[in-house]
Nanobody, 125 residues
Framework: QAQLVESGGGLVQPGGSLRLSCAASGRAATNIAMGWFRQAPGKEREFVAS????????YYLDSVLGRFTISRDTAKKTMYLQMNNLKPEDTAVYYCAIELVSPGWRAGPFSPDYWGQGTQVTVSS
């Protein structure tokens, strides 16, 4: 069993930056996919970014490529999402998530086994 807790959301003006954090607790595992999803009002939840346990592989939704950066600190059991040049269309509740995967999994969209509670990001002037 894993518990995930997000933090770092808030209100920011267009063009601004935020860094989301996701702290994990529970049984340690290395064969996991880690990533972020988001859900805007009236829309379905969508994949945003993922990273391999080693940190060597990352994958992004096209609309955030070049603006968002996913990273992780295995010693702190924490994952991050640095969001720069934020746009109003980035407004959503952001969720961190993990999935138990087979060894050798390459970063990409995935189907989470565990979710965090979500943190609100609002981009508005």
């Amino acid at each position: 069993q894993a518990q995930l807790v997000e933090s770092g959301g808030g209100l920011v003006q267009p063009g601004g930056s935020l860094r989301l954090s996701c702290a994990a607790s529970g049984r340690a595992a290395t064969n996991i996919a880690m990533g972020w999803f988001r859900q805007a009002p009236g829309k379905e939840r969508e994949f945003v970014a993922s990273i391999t346990w080693s940190g060597a592989g990352t994958y992004y939704l096209d609309s955030v490529l070049g603006r968002f950066t996913i990273s992780r600190d295995t010693a702190k059991k924490t994952m991050y999402l640095q969001m720069n040049n934020l746009k109003p269309e980035d407004t959503a509740v952001y969720y961190c998530a993990i999935e138990l995967v087979s060894p050798g999994w390459r970063a990409g969209p995935f189907s989470p086994d565990y979710w965090g509670q979500g943190t609100q990001v609002t981009v508005s002037s």
